[in-house]
């Protein structure tokens, strides 16, 4: 009696069951996370409910419970041939091991933002009447406190961006190349790029109350003084400097309105000279995407000033080449979304 794999919300009533039990879902993922059964899932062919048990010392009938939970939520496949309970065989779909990391680390840090203000409070929100308090969170960000709070949450995102980078490293970089990084947070992306391809020279681009993160960052990465270098300054509000052969754009369109994406795509052009490049990484709206922004979308439901809106890859592509941009394409390969295209 093999169960086909299917996903842990095949129905409206499934999905609504497993998001009202939301915390002990998670319970049950970081338990098993921490135990070690989603390594031991992820092992090559399928593994016994009674290997599993003795292997990390646990009751085999509290264990088939806690693996139907993972069974719920899609995340385990079972095969059971017979009612031999410890003959259960269990693999975990591919990668939940990673994802799991790298999915509660995440969210746990995002946990700090004041979502708390609209949580309860929705139709308030929804009909105008009650928002998030601009010195809880703001946008643009209004203190030093939520600067520091903000950029550090972007850089803790940065793995599958720069594994991205790293694979299409041979169109992008070459040494000598210069690249100014627009609203580059706090230089994380910025540094880590110096050191992988020391033959760049990075600039980030970024509100002047940025500047300490950037320097504070250069020295926890032990580079040399002025790289990255940084320029202050509010894209709203000025041209972007010229003088570099790339621009970046890395989650930063998504947060404004589309005439200001306009705008940020046209100035980036303005800026650039004759087979300058442009990079726009973020999350593009697809299924996971959407998903993996529910945080920041449920947030910025009561922050009027963002907009926080995932677009289609194929809308940025359309938004390049009206502007003038040539050779505009959607990288594929990597983790993350990534759309370049060349000034001519």
Request: glycine share 8%; hydrophobic share 45%.
């Amino acid at each position: 009696m093999t169960a086909p794999p299917s996903p842990p919300a095949s129905s409206p009533r499934a999905l609504l069951h497993l998001l009202f039990n939301g915390a002990r879902a998670i319970d049950v993922v970081e338990t098993s996370l921490a135990l070690g059964l989603l390594d031991s899932l992820e092992a090559p062919g399928p593994v016994t409910l009674g290997q599993l048990a003795s292997r990390h010392g646990l009751v085999p009938t509290r264990l088939y419970k806690l693996l139907d939970c993972l069974e719920s939520l899609g995340l385990v496949r079972r095969e059971q041939d017979s009612d031999a309970l410890e003959d259960t065989r269990y693999q975990a779909v591919e990668g939940l091991a990673g994802a799991a990391r790298a999915v509660l680390a995440r969210e746990k840090d995002r946990d700090k933002f004041a979502w708390r203000a609209v949580y309860g409070r929705l139709p308030e929100v929804l009909r105008g009447q009650h928002g998030v308090p601009p010195e809880d969170f703001d946008w643009p960000l209004r203190t030093p406190e939520q600067v520091a709070d903000f950029e550090s949450s972007m850089a803790a995102g940065l793995p599958p961006i720069l594994e991205t980078l790293r694979q299409h490293a041979a169109l992008l970089w070459r040494d000598g190349l210069r690249l100014l990084d627009v609203g580059g947070g706090d230089g994380s992306l910025a540094a880590h790029l110096l050191k992988e391809f020391p033959g760049l020279r990075v600039d980030v681009f970024n509100l002047p109350a940025t500047a300490p993160l950037v320097e504070r960052t250069r020295q926890r990465h032990g580079l040399p003084p002025e790289q990255p270098g940084f320029v202050g300054g509010d894209f709203l509000q000025q041209p972007l400097p010229r003088g570099y052969d790339a621009l970046a754009f890395v989650r930063v369109l998504h947060d404004w309105p589309m005439p200001t994406a306009r705008a940020l795509v046209k100035a980036a052009f303005d800026a650039l000279p004759s087979g300058g490049r442009i990079l726009i990484c973020e999350e593009f709206r697809t299924p996971q995407r959407l998903a993996a922004q529910f945080f920041w979308t449920y947030l910025l439901i009561g922050v009027d000033t963002c907009a926080s809106r995932l677009r289609e890859v194929e809308l940025y592509l359309d938004v390049l080449r009206d502007t003038g941009f040539v050779d505009a394409r959607a990288l594929q390969g990597g983790p993350f979304e990534l759309v370049t295209a060349v000034r001519p």
